[in-house]
């Protein structure tokens, strides 16, 4: 056995030489080189995270194992993925079962699991470090390869569902010094148009959250119109209030439908966020130290599209460290949705990671609704840790750009 620690740069190299699709039997290829791992796979996260589909690496000459599709809720790998911690069990045959959370930027995307004869501190170290890198490789191969995102749907994928995933951002999850950001998007039987959106800017996170009229592949379409909008003026410089107009033009002069919008602009050095909602559900606040959930009562504009004189406010909230920001579209209240107590289960989530008060909220939703959503049901949480010190970080997140915004309503600070 070889203990010598991971090459990291040889390892990349060995994955970039290989095809895209052979991250997993790169890591395997070097795990069983320098610690005589017997099995190795990675298995998959799928769209909704009630599934595991197990992506298994041959021994050197052998086959690959059949697909296995493993139930997520109650299992070890829930466990692994939640407490994004090692699991370390005898493998009922003498050797070591080792689980290791694969996951990038608080992204999970799924675990490795190998199995060998001996394991040390050092050893399991190592295993650790080689899931992170599996990470890295898997975000930068998926976009050469249909294998994982084919490995990410365990049920049949409408035509309407496929469009409205691929508006979504690649990664539920991001964690950076200043915030913690995960959503989550439960589909209705007839896909309902919901959206949420974010990216982030060396001074500035933006976010959004839409619903578009409709469904099926009528709301998909719509939906794609307004997302596309809202990336299109955000990558050209604009703020929440440019955005909010190009979108309503865009819907003016291609679509004769509605949809609402929430769009949030955070300066990373301050945690003044500009928003402008269009027709969108109230966002809820938890504040640090608060015995009760809030509603941020925003102005409310007319929702993008409307054929009528419309103008939009572009508002402000200060975030302040310790806050849970919640964006919620109205499938998270309406119908059989409205049964569920989202203030309470929020304060109640509160000490989780924003990935799993999503999942909670998500669930609650789906089980009031008895699995069948008349409405997409989407929600996004914002937890704000506030501005980290440039010695809490290896480089700082400065202003470098700031544009002079045009003339526009403003409201109060909150």
């Not at 080189?33 to 041959?58: C, I, M, Y």
């Not at 050469?144 to 508006?167: C, K, N, V, W």
């Not at 998909?220 to 703020?239: E, H, N, W």
């Not at 914002?382 to 980290?388: R, V």
């Amino acid at each position: 056995m070889d203990g010598r620690d991971l090459e990291l740069g040889e390892l990349l190299a060995a994955a970039e030489s290989a095809p895209p699709g052979e991250s997993v039997g790169v890591i395997a290829h070097d795990l069983r080189k320098r610690f005589g791992a017997e099995r190795v796979s990675f298995l998959f996260v799928d769209l909704l995270g009630q599934r595991l589909l197990r992506l298994s690496s041959p021994a050197e000459g052998g086959s690959a194992d059949a697909e296995e599709c493993i139930d997520l809720q109650g299992s070890v790998y829930d466990t692994v993925l939640r407490s994004q911690r090692q699991h370390v069990a005898q493998d009922g045959q003498g050797g070591r079962r080792v689980i290791s959370p694969v996951t990038n930027r608080g992204d999970c995307i799924g675990v490795l699991e190998v199995t060998l004869q001996y394991a040390n501190d050092i050893v399991l170290g190592q295993i650790s470090d080689a899931a992170h890198a599996l990470a890295y490789i898997i975000v930068t191969d998926r976009r050469f390869t249909d294998l994982y995102h084919a490995g990410r749907r365990t049920t049949p994928t409408s035509l309407a569902a496929e469009i409205q995933h691929q508006l979504l951002p690649s990664a539920s999850c991001c964690e950076a010094p200043q915030f913690t950001l995960a959503a989550g998007l439960v589909p209705a039987d007839d896909i309902g148009g919901d959206t949420y959106d974010y990216t982030l800017d060396r001074d500035t996170l933006h976010l959004s959250i839409t619903d578009a009229m409709g469904h099926d592949t009528e709301s998909a379409l719509l939906a794609t119109l307004v997302t596309s909008a809202l990336r299109g003026a955000r990558r050209t410089g604009c703020d929440a209030l440019r955005q909010a107009q190009r979108a309503h033009e865009a819907l003016l002069t291609h679509s004769r439908a509605l949809a609402t919008g929430q769009l949030l602009c955070v300066r990373l050095e301050t945690g003044t966020c500009e928003l402008v909602n269009a027709g969108h559900p109230w966002p809820l606040r938890l504040r640090e130290g608060a015995a009760e959930v809030e509603e941020v009562e925003l102005a409310v504009d007319l929702p993008f599209g409307v054929t009528a004189p419309t103008s939009y406010q572009l508002q402000e909230l200060q975030l302040r460290p310790g806050d849970r920001l919640v964006l919620l579209t109205d499938g998270m209240q309406d119908r059989g949705a409205a049964g569920v107590d989202l203030a309470s289960l929020i304060r109640d989530t509160r000490a989780s990671h924003p990935r799993e008060a999503v999942r909670h909220l998500t669930t609650a939703v789906l089980d009031a609704c008895r699995g069948n959503l008349k409405d997409d049901a989407t929600v996004l949480i914002l937890d704000w840790h506030g501005t980290a010190s440039p010695g809490d970080r290896e480089f700082v997140l400065s202003p470098t750009h700031r544009r002079t915004a045009p003339a526009r309503t403003r409201r109060s600070e909150r």
